[in-house]
């Protein structure tokens, strides 16, 4: 492969691993009013908050980082507004102070805040419109978690890169992926003339697994970890897998004011992408060579796969995250390119049924099924064991299976969606 292309996919995880700080949805939110709070320069006295139904969905039941423990959409604005600095992105309140949730508390309980469904097409959207006086700042966010794309003060853009193809914040193109050529780039590149993606590889590392250990030894959300970790009928590596993985979620889910590195827009499934892998290779001794390659297996893998699934969706990203994970532990294994194939596969074909009701403490949990899956799907391809096509969705070949996948999860549980939010808001 030439180092043109190799390019090309070092741009992708440069691009899709970034640092984040407790779940993105809240985290968007934050940033958005943030963002709008400092054009308008003052405290609002009214806040319109327009939010997408996945936006809605994920951002209802989890708690903010970074603020006691409180939950919802209005702390996340308020805290935005009151200490957030957008200056530092996905780690907008990294700097939040016990006196800043005091302040948004009363912002919440002065009944400032407005939500709407926003009626757009896109999946992923904030819009905050904060007012003060006879002033109006509105903020939009669309299609990536940290890409604020307009901005308004009293009715004049002055902001726009909704249509402007060489912004950061635009997607990388992924359509060339395939798990053969992912194999192929993860076999070949030439990591020590790629310190970027080393470095980025090294943050991913180090991030995740140190909110797996604060997960293990503090409480957070159901305690997932401290379950499976505690009580486990055995005590062996696939329940330290499942233990180390689902106490960083714990934490997330449990408002941990610690960054994880994300994949794909989601802090879960960058934690579920990485830990496995990461807690295996410990396992086996593998060099950090080996470790950085299993991860790029595992991380595009997981970005191959949302491409066609999509960043927001009645999917549970778990599940997509999950079978990543188990292709990175089985290029550890030495398993090759066929039997990996046959993970995937195996994998997406067992558990790709689960919904995603939002972010809660219950996502560690699917987090804990969803590798139960992968490993066993990984002991299928060892003997070269794999479903095969017309197996329900399981398509001719494995590109077509993960396309099946992305269809019924894009295109087939959109009324799902809709109802699980339905639910979720009493509606």
């Known amino acids: 492969m030439e180092d043109s292309k190799h390019c090309k996919y070092e741009e992708i995880l440069l691009n899709d691993l970034q640092q984040a700080l407790g779940c993105t949805e809240p985290i968007a939110i934050a940033l958005c009013a943030a963002k709008a709070k400092s054009i308008l320069g003052n405290i609002p006295s009214k806040v319109i908050l327009y939010c997408s139904k996945n936006i809605i969905k994920n951002a209802n039941s989890v708690t903010v980082p970074n603020s006691n423990g409180l939950k919802g959409i209005e702390v996340a604005a308020a805290l935005g507004i009151v200490g957030g600095n957008a200056d530092k992105n996905l780690k907008v309140l990294e700097d939040i102070t016990d006196n800043d949730i005091c302040e948004a508390k009363k912002l919440i309980n002065n009944k400032i805040f407005t939500l709407e469904i926003a009626q757009v097409p896109n999946l992923l959207y904030v819009r905050t419109d904060l007012f003060f006086e006879d002033n109006l ?14 901005i308004s003060k009293n009715g004049e853009l002055i902001y726009d890169n909704s249509s402007d193809e060489s912004s950061n914040e635009q997607e990388c193109d992924t359509s060339f992926l395939s ?20 470095d980025r590889l090294d943050l991913q590392i180090n991030c995740n697994s140190s909110i797996s250990d604060e997960g293990l030894s503090g409480r957070y959300g159901a305690g997932i970890g401290h379950v499976i970790s505690e009580n486990s009928f055995d005590s062996d590596l696939k329940s330290k897998i499942k233990a180390a993985t689902t106490a960083a979620s714990d934490a997330r889910m449990g408002g941990c004011g610690l960054p994880v590195v994300i994949n794909s827009g989601s802090g879960n499934q960058g934690i579920t992408t990485s830990l496995p892998v990461i807690t295996y290779a410990k396992h086996i001794n593998a060099s950090k060579d080996k470790l950085y390659r299993a991860l790029i297996v595992s991380n595009l893998i997981g970005i191959h796969q949302k491409r066609f699934i999509g960043k927001l969706s009645a999917f549970c990203g778990a599940v997509s995250a999950g079978a990543g994970a188990g292709c990175g532990i089985a290029y550890l294994m030495g398993l090759n390119t066929e039997q990996i194939g046959k993970v995937l596969v195996n994998t997406l074909a067992t558990s790709g049924g689960i919904v995603c009701d939002g972010a809660k403490p219950s996502c560690a949990a699917k987090i804990a099924i969803a590798l139960d899956n992968a490993f066993l799907a990984i002991d299928m391809a060892k003997n070269n064991i794999v479903f095969e096509s017309g197996d329900g969705i399981v398509g001719g070949s494995i590109e077509k299976t993960i396309e099946n996948i992305g269809r019924m999860a894009s295109l087939g549980m959109k009324n799902t969606d809709d109802e699980i939010l339905n639910i979720m808001i009493g509606k």
Not at 137 to 150: G, P, Q
Not at 180 to 186: L, P, S, T, V, W
Request: positive net charge.
């Open 137 to 150: 700042v509105s903020v939009e966010l669309s299609d990536r978690h940290s890409n604020i794309s307009k």
């Open 179 to 198: 798990v053969e050529n992912i194999i192929e780039f993860a076999n070949n590149v030439n990591l020590k003339e790629r310190k970027k993606l080393t």
